[in-house]
């Protein structure tokens, strides 16, 4: 056994008088295995009860430095190999890292000694290693996390990535985290700090997400290297992060930057992976090399203290996939710790082991002002021409799939609530996987080819268990007698779904996962030889128009199989967090009394509606003039696609995290007016135009809208010429917003951005394009101060861009390369299709002309709407059949107020509901706040009790006491809570940017 081998002569006496015991007291023997001493797994060093969290941690020395080490492992949920292979260890001749043995030889090493301490993070591996742990042996890691020694840090099930990742899928990703924590582990397993230490810059509403789950503070490792070196030489690696303008202190967090990101500190690394020479540290021995050691963490610690502020600093012992050989670590580490300390009063350096909490909680001990941050941390470039600003789209495909994976969750969790299935573990597959792709090198698109093609299957499976209980939820609600099998088009986006293709008549059934009423234009394949007739839940006879496929949409080689040659367009209405149904069958009229009406851009230059109208030029084909009739405001307006070649040089090529353009000036695509067709009609206004081979695009003008719909197809991006090549769109107006733009952060708050420009030093720039790229998940906006006058984008997926020209928001779409950045990755990011052709990729961006003021309340709904989709299914049916259904149906008596949004709606464990209400503005957009009161909302569920949670479900709030921090402009806070309006019985009142979290007990 690996932790016998340090023992002293007078611990083995000990181990063999207790085997002598465990043949006369087997009592005593499951009082040993429980751990009910406190004892049975720490030695006898300790005689009292051991304790979890601040009091766990190993004393400081007075009047001294102390370093705190910190032993460690990075473990990537995915990156160069796939989960299971990193998991089990396999594959080695990619990368050598096997989780399971880290954590057993890690915990295996932490029994042999008390002192010891280690942390870890991701518990998508902890989930998978507990499950085949015997009772004895999750007795033991109970005991060491109870004792303080085992602490897990951030306690997600991945290291989310920050700038790509949607916010309720960080909440979602860490909720299952804290569950599992709780379920298995109690109050000693929930997480203190974040741990943030690889992700590629850092989020503003990260940071007030993470206030919210009750964490005291947030250690990461990457930032940019100007700020960095600017903090080092002032000793402000170290802040109180004021996250939230709306929320004030309840948002405010302590923030401390790493100094070797999360590497162990040069020479001082004895794992299999580094290989430094053992101690030796008795000095008869001719290879005694005690006093090297000493002396290497001396200069590294003195080195490191002139960039901090107290007489603390941390040391992270540890790297990517350390400790597959615990003992090695912690066998010198138990050797340097105590050469240290023989040394100490000379020195006046004290090492101790300890935990990012541990350390935190001695800085929060010297009681000093800490100087403050309010922006946020992108980009993020680690040296010269190196912005990781590609990786916002990388991979722009998976990112769309990961945001309609989010929506099909939170609609599975509340279909499986509502409905009563009680199908728990299905909801769960998906809710695992996707909680695994917000992992910092999965939605970011820096895995591995291969790696990426397991995260997708991983998603698909999930995807597919969630499918299968919106069935089993219709067949409730409906209820559809017989077998009647419910099918889904997951291949909608690409116009190819065999059941509207091939049916003479079906029933489509949309569930609306908002709680407002909400409307939503549907596009359906279909392969018409007669005019269709759409009938709406209550028989009534719903618009139609037919629209020709655009010749891009034919040749995306996944729909080869597809017979549809039109799209079937109509308007449906919604009702609240509930289901309609919309009846088609074919007709005997003609086809041709629903088809657009073909026109060329000469016969017709300006497409409107009663409130936009969009005039195009005649010679170039495209946009050239944007109107708001409503609010009389036009624009000069010119849209094009083009694309940057990608930087080949070796110093710093382009790459899957990198964008480096060869050239600021992106190449043109040409169009004229003979590649523009006009499809014209009574609900739906298309321009199709053709920019080349691989780069096509469709404006859409529906009847009622106040938006332009944008329809982007790109791809297969050539490289023929061996160049790589990153495709934009640009949106170029009159506006004048001197290349200041505004972009939300994790489609929550609205962050300002101007243009070489960053607010916390003097920023120098050597990338004028890429070092002005900032992450967008939701929604971007340019303003004109002196007119007032808005426009605004928004977004499908999470995507990268900025506002390079004045009046300009220019948007990265897709990107193909043909070289690695030198990052680890170890191949360029080209993508090839289920063909093993090169990708296609179509998205879609929505174009909202404005005043500053009154689009506000427009901005927050559009953004919860392209969220949070319809899901559609379809049910091959006739007249008859469909006469017995019950055709539309909504959980609600009564809408939520419009601030509101149903963030979380499921059940959580037995009779036990969660509920989360957000208030979707910021102070500045809506300063009121909002009352929702629960009694009698549901038709079918009647709310017996409610307890308020953290945000991340695994406390209650009134337990909640973070530790106080004083900062420059304002002293510890004593009750950050303290303006909360308390539930009045089942009335919440919810103040901006609030998200209240409750468990209910339902009948």
């Not at 509901?913 to 208030?919: F, G, K, N, P």
Request: one cysteine or more.
């Amino acid at each position: 056994m690996a932790f016998l081998s340090q023992r002293t002569n007078s611990d083995a006496r000990r181990l063999g008088f207790r085997r002598m015991l465990l043949v006369v007291n087997i009592p005593l023997l499951l009082c040993l295995a429980q751990g009910v001493t406190g004892r049975a797994f720490s030695g006898t060093r300790r005689q009292q009860e051991p304790k979890c969290g601040y009091e766990s941690c190993h004393p400081i020395k007075e009047g001294m430095l102390n370093v705190h080490l910190v032993p460690h492992s990075h473990d990537d949920v995915g990156w160069l190999k796939t989960v299971d292979q990193y998991y089990y260890g396999t594959y080695s001749y990619i990368q050598q890292a096997d989780v399971h043995a880290i954590l057993e030889t890690a915990s295996q090493s932490l029994l042999a000694d008390p002192d010891r301490r280690f942390i870890f993070v991701e518990m998508a591996f902890m989930h998978q290693w507990w499950q085949d742990k015997t009772d004895y042996k999750k007795r033991q890691v109970k005991e060491l996390i109870n004792s303080g020694r085992l602490e897990i840090a951030l306690g997600a099930w991945a290291m989310a990535d920050e700038a790509v990742t949607h916010y309720t899928a960080l909440i979602e990703e860490h909720s299952r985290g804290f569950k599992f924590l709780e379920k298995n582990f109690g109050a000693c397993a929930r997480p203190r700090i974040g741990w943030q230490v690889d992700p590629f810059g850092h989020s503003k509403e990260v940071a007030a997400l993470f206030a919210q789950f009750g964490y005291d503070g947030l250690f990461f490792g990457r930032l940019d290297y100007q700020d960095k070196n600017k903090r080092m030489a002032e000793k402000k690696m170290e802040m109180v992060w004021k996250a939230s303008e709306s929320l004030g202190n309840k948002a405010n967090l302590f923030t401390g930057v790493l100094f070797n990101n999360y590497n162990y500190p040069d020479g001082l690394c004895w794992d299999e992976l580094c290989r430094s020479d053992p101690i030796v540290e008795r000095r008869e021995l001719p290879g005694f090399n005690g006093d090297d050691f000493v002396n290497k963490f001396l200069e590294e610690a003195r080195e490191q203290r002139k960039s901090y502020a107290t007489r603390h600093i941390i040391f992270t012992m540890g790297a990517d996939f350390h400790y597959s050989n615990a003992e090695s670590w912690f066998t010198n580490l138990d050797k340097l710790i105590a050469l240290v300390n023989k040394k100490e009063n000379q020195t006046r350096i004290h090492a101790l082991y300890s935990t990012p909490s541990c350390y935190l909680h001695a800085l929060n001990q010297e009681n000093m002002t800490w100087p403050e941050k309010t922006d946020d941390f992108f980009p993020y470039a680690h040296k010269k021409s190196a912005f990781w600003t590609g990786y916002y789209t990388s991979r722009a495909s998976f990112k769309r799939y990961v945001r309609q994976s989010n929506n099909i969750l939170q609609a599975c969790k509340q279909v499986n609530a509502l409905a009563k299935l009680r199908e728990n573990k299905l909801v769960d597959d998906l809710w695992k996987e996707f909680s695994i792709v917000q992992h910092h090198d999965a939605i970011t698109g820096t895995a591995k080819q291969q790696v990426d093609n397991d995260y997708r299957k991983r998603l698909y499976s999930g995807i597919e268990s969630c499918q299968s209980v919106m069935a089993d939820a219709y067949r409730t609600w409906l209820p559809a007698r017989g077998n009647l099998k419910h099918y889904v088009c997951n291949l909608l986006n690409i116009s190819f779904c065999p059941t509207t293709e091939t049916s003479e008549e079906f029933l489509v059934t949309l569930y609306n996962p908002l709680a407002h009423n909400a409307s939503h234009w549907i596009r359906l394949p279909v392969a018409p030889t007669t005019a269709l007739k759409v009938l709406n839940a209550q028989n009534q006879k719903v618009p139609v128009q037919i629209v020709k496929l655009t010749k891009s949409t034919f040749s995306i080689p996944e729909r080869q199989l597809s017979r549809a040659t039109h799209e079937l367009i109509f308007k449906t209405n919604l009702p609240a967090l509930g289901y309609t149904t919309y009846f088609v069958r074919q007709t005997n009229k003609p086809l041709s009394s629903q088809l657009s009406t073909v026109l060329s851009l000469r016969e017709s230059p300006i497409i409107s509606n009663d409130h936009v109208e969009m005039e195009f030029n005649l010679q170039t084909g495209l946009p050239n003039r944007l109107t708001n009739k409503d609010k009389d405001i036009t624009v000069t307006f010119q849209q094009r696609l083009m694309y940057y070649k990608s930087a080949l040089d070796y110093d710093q090529p382009s790459g899957p995290y990198i964008f480096r353009p060869a050239e600021n000036v992106p190449n043109t695509f040409r169009c004229n007016a003979s590649d523009v067709t006009i499809f014209k009609g009574p609900l739906v206004t298309e321009v199709h135009l053709k920019y080349s081979s691989w780069a096509q695009q469709v404006i859409r003008l529906y009847a009622d809208s106040i938006t332009v719909e944008m329809e982007w197809t790109v791809g297969p991006i050539p490289i023929d010429d061996y160049q790589g090549k990153e495709v934009i769109t640009e949106y170029l107006t009159g506006i004048k917003n001197n290349r200041e733009i505004y972009t939300d952060s994790n489609s929550r708050q609205m962050l300002h951005r101007r243009y070489d420009y960053r607010p916390s030093w003097n920023f120098s720039n050597s990338e004028s394009v890429a070092g002005n790229y900032y992450p967008i998940t939701s929604r971007a906006f340019i303003r004109d101060s002196r007119s007032d006058i808005q426009f605004t984008v928004f977004v499908d997926r999470a995507e990268g861009g900025g506002s390079v020209q004045n009046g300009s928001i220019e948007i990265m779409l897709h990107r193909r390369g043909t070289k690695d950045d030198m990052l680890g990755v170890g191949e360029p990011l080209d993508e090839m299709g289920s063909d093993r052709l090169p990708l296609i990729v179509r998205g879609k961006h929505h174009l909202l002309l404005d005043k500053v003021g009154p689009s506000t309340h427009f901005h927050r709904m559009k953004s919860l709407m392209i969220l949070n989709e319809p899901i559609i299914s379809f049910m091959k049916v006739n007249r008859r059949m469909r006469s017995r259904f019950n055709l539309e149906w909504s959980a609600l008596q009564r809408d939520l107020p419009r601030e509101i949004n149903l963030l979380t709606f499921e059940e959580w464990e037995g009779k036990t509901y969660l509920i989360r209400l957000e208030h979707i503005y910021e102070k500045e957009e809506f300063n009121k706040s909002v009352k929702v009161d629960l009694t009698n909302l549901f038709k079918n569920i009647t709310i017996l009790s409610i307890k308020e949670m953290t945000l991340g479900a695994n406390m209650e709030l009134s337990e909640l006491n973070r530790l106080k921090w004083k900062s420059q402009t304002q002293g510890k806070v004593q009750n950050e809570y303290a303006d909360r309006i308390p539930p009045n019985g089942f009335e919440i009142t919810l103040k901006p940017m609030e998200i209240r979290t409750f468990k209910v007990l339902v009948q």
